[in-house]
Antibody, heavy 120, light 109 residues
């Protein structure tokens, strides 16, 4: 059974870099799906961050594009996100989810999410 | 940029009742890329409906989706206690990527 898990650092400092990985078990990331990151600030709605196709093509939310990169490691069946943090702690504090994206561009399987708090 | 508006913000209903949730797009979108999610408190979102009306695997048939163009609806009939949650619509548009609506909360009256 396919499972996604995104362990996170918990606490990160402002102006640093957030690095997250999503471990995919039960399926290879080499199959013809997109793999995506979505985040949700406390008490707020969902925001798409980035997606990567199994071939390596990448797609970014234009509002975050200058600070984010997504990559795929097919040999390790995982994909990763790097986000350059701002000096504003609230901007990037959120639960970060990884998800598989199906042929209808719907996020059909989600990881449980990891809470990332940006604070000095 | 595409904006999704969901209404109402909150729907207060009793178990056994029916819910009608609206999602309106600021421009016409392909029905193929309109999706609905359910998010229970403290949990990750769960895919309910994709392609405007297609139920995801394991989703009960009391959930149904409809609509086209700019107006889409999620209907929940015979509300069960586990249906009281947040519901988000989402669309994919090639020029803007993935966009979520702000959500509708269905709570117990």
């Amino acid at each position: 059974q396919l499972r996604l898990e995104e362990p996170g650092p918990g606490l990160v400092k402002p102006s640093g870099t957030l690095s997250l990985s999503c471990r995919v078990s039960g399926e290879s990331t080499s199959t013809s799906y997109y793999w995506s990151w979505i985040r949700q600030p406390p008490g707020k709605g969902l925001e798409w961050i980035a997606s990567i196709y199994y071939s390596g093509s990448t797609y970014y939310n234009k509002s975050l594009e200058s600070r984010v990169s997504i990559s795929l490691d097919t040999s390790k069946t995982q994909f990763s996100l790097k986000l350059k943090l701002t000096s504003m702690t609230a901007t990037d504090t959120a639960v970060y989810y990884c998800a598989r994206t199906n042929g209808y561009d719907a996020f059909d399987l989600w990881g449980p999410g990891t809470m990332v708090t940006v604070s000095s | 940029e595409i904006v999704l508006t969901q209404s109402p913000d909150t729907l207060s209903l009793s178990p056994g009742g029916s819910a009608t949730l609206s999602c309106r797009a600021s421009q016409g979108v392909s029905s193929s890329y309109l999706t609905w999610y359910q998010q229970r408190l403290g949990q990750a979102p769960r895919l309910l409906i994709y392609g405007a009306y297609r139920r995801a695997a394991g989703v009960p048939d009391r959930f149904s989706g409809s609509g086209s163009g700019t107006d889409f609806t999620l209907t929940i009939s015979r509300l069960e206690p586990e249906d009281f949650a947040m519901y988000y619509c989402q669309v994919y548009v090639i020029s803007a990527g993935f966009t979520f609506g702000p959500g509708t909360k269905v709570d117990i009256k």
